[in-house]
């Protein structure tokens, strides 16, 4: 019997591109929510005002959150300044201090 020995050559991941799926059309839907929920806040419901204000913060970590990934993937501060309308400078003065 003939036995064949066969080596594993371990795989490196290589970096993959991620690919935009619906982005325009999801950000789309939540600046609707959050227009809809403001003109609740106007008809009278002065009791969603907080939570409103409260969109404000989370919608600051998430752009914290999605900068710090964007230079963790790779893309420099210029690449992410021009997405902004805003410079290299700017953008890494901005978020440049997160972990």
Same mark, same amino acid.
């Given at each position: 019997?003939?036995?064949?020995?066969?080596? *594993?050559?371990?795989?490196?991941?290589?970096?993959?591109?991620?690919?935009?799926?619906?982005?325009?059309?999801?950000? &789309?839907?939540?600046?609707?929510?959050?227009?809809?929920?403001?003109?609740?806040? #106007?008809?009278?419901?002065?009791?969603? *005002?907080?939570? *409103?204000? #409260? !969109?404000?913060?989370? *919608?600051?970590? &998430?752009?914290?959150? #999605?900068?710090?990934? !964007?230079?963790?993937?790779?893309?420099? +501060? &210029?690449?992410?300044?021009?997405? !902004?309308?805003?410079?290299?400078?700017? &953008?890494?003065?901005? +978020?440049?201090?997160?972990?």
């Amino acid at each position: 019997m003939n036995t064949v020995k066969h080596t *594993l050559t371990p795989r490196i991941p290589s970096p993959r591109r991620r690919d935009v799926v619906e982005n325009d059309a999801f950000a &789309a839907f939540a600046r609707r929510i959050i227009r809809a929920h403001g003109r609740r806040v #106007a008809d009278g419901d002065v009791e969603a *005002l907080r939570d *409103l204000v #409260a !969109l404000s913060a989370d *919608l600051d970590r &998430a752009i914290t959150d #999605a900068v710090v990934g !964007l230079r963790q993937f790779g893309y420099s +501060w &210029a690449e992410i300044g021009a997405r !902004l309308g805003i410079s290299r400078q700017a &953008a890494q003065q901005r +978020w440049g201090d997160r972990p």
